[in-house]
């Protein structure tokens, strides 16, 4: 497919996205002085903002890209859900798949910016399991959902909307419907996403997860570990990001290594993000593993250009792929 194929598909996708939302609370302000009480920066506020950040960026860079973004997940029943939902709504992204509890709070991770630098990130959460109610509430809304969908991320991020026997529900569910599935896992269900179509860890998630350990550098092994993963966790493919050493992805009986754009990079926070959700949409599309890879490697390293987590641009991706295929 052309990109303006691709690009134009990308419209018509719909994608759920199972996982840990939150809210990124941003104070941007200027530091003049330190503080008389201790050693510290006082920062004198100029704004503040809040984002829809984790699964709620995937869903972001979803609608940016023109597809429909369908969040499933467990908040709070606080104020900062009330928040969430208002993000939702004032993004035109569907809030269906919202699962209040009133035994656990919204995550939100409140960054402070003086300029460009982070001067100190405040993170309210918790992070344990969902309980068994929420659990069968989650999986049940998320099979009804899935159902009108193309792709299905799984967006972790360890804060206990996910677990084992959710994972696996979702996952043999989406088998039995022919939906393919992504992952982007975190350290805790690292070993529970079995059966799934691509595994998408970055490369100290890789490490730790699986405790192994390889240069980066050298192809041979970089190949030999992704197989070796591909193995070990039972999934049909691996798409490692390898940060400054560019991607590698393991798929379909196809193994390709991209390079890393040259970037000026501001921040890397979110790309992650921006990575799993075109690759989830390539992958609905059935495109080359090749395709997968290259497009979602430009995407990662055009969100770094830019300061805090924001999704990813449709028409500046879109330039830079057809300059680059």
């Known amino acids: 497919m052309q990109a303006n194929q691709i ?39 100029k704004r ?15 609608k940016s890209l023109g597809g429909t973004a369908i969040l499933c997940t467990v908040v709070g029943n606080d104020s900062d859900a009330n ?3 208002k993000l939702l709504t004032d993004n035109d992204l569907p809030t269906e798949g919202i699962i209040r509890s009133n035994d656990r709070i919204t995550t939100v991770k409140q960054r402070v910016l003086a300029g460009s630098q982070h001067v100190v990130r405040i993170d309210s959460e918790m992070d344990g399991l969902i309980n068994a109610g929420e659990r069968s509430q989650l999986i049940e809304k998320a099979k009804i959902l899935a159902e009108s969908c193309d792709v299905i991320i799984f967006e972790d991020y360890d804060k206990g909307a996910l677990d084992a026997e959710s994972i696996q529900s979702i996952v043999s569910f989406a088998k039995s419907k022919g939906i393919p599935t992504i992952v982007d896992p975190k350290k805790r269900n690292f070993l529970h996403y079995q059966g799934t179509d691509i595994f998408k860890p970055n490369l100290k998630e890789l490490k730790e997860g699986l405790k192994i350990d ?9 190949r030999a570990a992704v197989a070796s993963a591909k193995q070990t966790l039972g999934v049909n493919g691996v798409f490692l990001t390898l940060s400054e050493n560019g991607v590698f992805i393991d798929f379909a009986n196809e193994t390709h290594h991209v390079a890393a754009h040259l970037r000026s990079i501001t921040d890397v926070s979110g790309a992650g993000d921006t ?22 490697n ?12 924001v999704p990813i641009e449709k028409e500046k991706l879109k330039a830079e792929y057809q300059k680059n295929s």
């Open 298 to 309: 430009l995407g990662g390293g055009l969100v770094c250009e830019y300061v805090g987590v």
């Open 275 to 296: 990575v799993v959700s075109i690759a989830a949409m390539c992958l609905a599309l059935k495109l080359s593993p090749k395709a997968i890879a290259e497009m979602s």
């Open 48 to 62: 503040k903002e809040i984002r829809l950040g984790g699964a709620g960026n995937v869903a972001m860079n979803i």
């Open 214 to 222: 390889f240069n980066a550098k050298n192809l041979d092994e970089v």
């Open 83 to 85: 928040d969430l939902v």
């Open 7 to 45: 690009f134009d598909a990308f419209a018509q996708l719909r994608v759920l996205i199972v996982g840990d939302v939150m809210i990124d609370s941003y104070i941007f302000g200027k530091v003049e002085r330190i503080s008389p009480e201790a050693p510290i920066p006082v920062v004198n506020v």
